[in-house]
């Protein structure tokens, strides 16, 4: 062969590569400018995260919650959310101070004694307390966590014991040895269900829905929301991300979406490894400084049909840094079933009803313990065939009322007696 024939052999795949390079450059360009003028992105040549030698780096939109023009604000949210699902808000009327005094108690509460965080374990009665177990996909997380919510009686000065405060999750548990944690903690929670109702007010917007609509109303007013803290040590193992493989290796959490409506969460300053799924590969969700990283859940999937997408998230582990989240989840209420709102006329349901109480508590029941029964929105898909048994369980507990009972792994197991997988069909 000459050398003449060897390169025009070679041509073909010399275009591929130059179209690669093009496609590619495009789709960067595309993704910088998906969201509307006035909403910046972050940068993808910013620093590689820790701890994570092949991370990519996203390009999230950023958008200023000071624009005074809702429509404008609407419109980048509901662009955000139907590509990314993720996106970093500003002016998002959470203070520096309150960010700092926050911090700072989460820091204390980790570094308490092992004993005193036991002593606030949650268990299969209780959804609510300290925990280091917890298993996303049945695998276990490298990570401690606490978790609190909105009170039964929605009032904070109730006593956190008081059986006036029980409700499906459980009761609140905050250590007595910080004076200082559990006012800063209700404040911080207060500040996150404001944000969280004026995001999910300009995402009904993008829906073509006012803000006086009984659904935002219902979502304010009987959310049944909850904060973790969490902390993930630094872990000496190589991270999957390095090894780039199906491995044991821990992760800080394993992929994942939110089930509720949508999460408030604050990341670290120092150590970058949250990662969301986009475009066929996990990259880093760079945190803007002073900015709230936002993400929507399964259930404004659901309401809005598919049009708001719950992105599918994981965190690396570090091997020599240790880093703090807190994720808040803006939930509907235990006794609503969240039904999806037309596009437009044409648009047919995606998806059956879905009752949030039963979501959650069979959700939270696998993350506890391996009750053999995996809970995700596909279950609730009108195509799906044959139908998920979770329809009938569902059935079961709603008539059962048992929204408003306490959580507990052990009454429902019965539901997967009574209805197991293979009858559903
Ligand atoms: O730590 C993070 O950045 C994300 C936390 C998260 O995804 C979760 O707690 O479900």
Redesign the pocket.
Known sequence: MTMLQSSLHRLPLLWLFVVILISSALQAAEASTSSSSSSSTTSSSTPQPTGTALAKTSTVPVIDLSNPNDDELAQQIADACSTYGFFQVTSHGISVDLMTRFRHQCAQFFDLDATTKKALRRNSHNARGFFDDEL?KQRRDW?E?LDFGVPGSRLWDAADDSPFNACLDGFNQFPSVLPEFRPTMVEYFDACAKLSHRVACLMARGMGLPETDSFLQDLKHQHSSYL?L?Y?PPCQQPSAAVTNEPDPTPL??SP?K?AGFL?V?L??DECH??QAFMDGQFVS?QPVPGAV?I?TGDMAQIWSNGRYKAPL???LTDPTKK?Y???F?YNPGYNWLVTPLPNDSSDMPKYFGCLWGYFRAVRFAGDLTNLGVEIQIDDYETQKQPPSAHLKRQKYFQEGRWTSLPFDVERYRVLIQEFPDEMSS
């Open positions: 996303t990570k966590c973790r969490n993930y800080g959490i994942h939110d999460t969460l990341q670290d490894s949250l969700v990283t993400n998230h994981r965190v880093r989240s807190a994720p989840f």
